[in-house]
Nanobody, 125 residues
Framework: VQLQASGGGLVQAGGSLRLSCAAS????????TGWFRQVPGKEREFVAA????????QLADSVKGRFTIFRDNAKNTVYLQMNSLKPDDTAVYYC???????????????????WGQGTQVTVSS
């Protein structure tokens, strides 16, 4: 499956953004998906994951209560709603997917087989 991330931009602290990840070329409803982020000089960091049904999600502690991940399989798209953004959220955000018959969520980047190109999120103080 091919992934196309969008929705990044520049926002003030306390603001909101919604990232989208559109999939093509596969049966997206059978893919577990996730969002990761990376800043220069640091490793890619897990942000959020959702299982293929959309009924199970997992969030990094640093974003709990502020970010939500959800998906619309009819539109082959997964979303990351980001509220109460902080300057520390500044990063390139990547969406990822992996085929699965399990209802599990995946938090390690090594577990994903497809990656989007990344979208820049910049939060100003």
């Amino acid at each position: 499956v091919q992934l196309q991330a969008s929705g990044g931009g520049l926002v003030q602290a306390g603001g909101s953004l919604r990232l989208s990840c559109a999939a093509s070329g596969g049966t997206f409803s059978r893919y577990g998906t996730g969002w990761f982020r990376q800043v220069p000089g640091k490793e890619r960091e897990f942000v959020a994951a959702i299982n293929w049904r959309g009924g199970s999600t997992q969030l990094a502690d640093s974003v709990k209560g502020r970010f939500t991940i959800f998906r619309d399989n009819a539109k082959n798209t997964v979303y990351l709603q980001m509220n109460s953004l902080k300057p520390d959220d500044t990063a390139v955000y990547y969406c990822a997917a992996r085929p699965t018959l399990s209802s599990a969520t995946y938090t390690s980047s090594e577990e994903y087989t497809s990656w989007g190109q990344g979208t820049q999120v910049t939060v100003s103080s």
